[in-house]
C-alpha cells in the first residue's frame, strides 16, 4: 500500500510540475501574442498612411495627354 501511495505522490508531483510549466509557458505565449498583434497593427496603420501618401502624389501627377 505504502508503494502504491509513494507511486501516487510522485505522479502528483510530475503533474503539478508539467501544471506549472504549462502555466508559465502559456503565460509568454500570451505576452508574444500581445507584441505580435501590436506590430501587426503598428505595420498596418504604416501601410495605411504609406497608400495614402502614393495616392496622394498620384494625384499631383499630370495626366498623360498623349
Not at 506549472?20 to 504604416?46: F, M, P, W
Request: hydrophobic share 35%; charged share 30%; aromatic share 2%.
Amino acid at each position: 500500500m505504502q508503494a502504491e501511495l509513494d507511486a501516487l505522490e510522485s505522479k502528483l508531483a510530475q503533474l503539478v510540475q508539467l501544471s506549472q510549466r504549462l502555466r508559465t509557458e502559456n503565460h509568454q505565449l500570451r505576452q508574444e501574442l500581445a507584441i505580435t498583434l501590436s506590430q501587426g497593427r503598428q505595420y498596418n496603420d504604416k501601410m495605411e498612411n504609406a497608400r495614402k501618401r502614393l495616392e496622394h502624389l498620384l494625384e499631383q501627377l499630370p495626366e498623360d495627354t498623349a
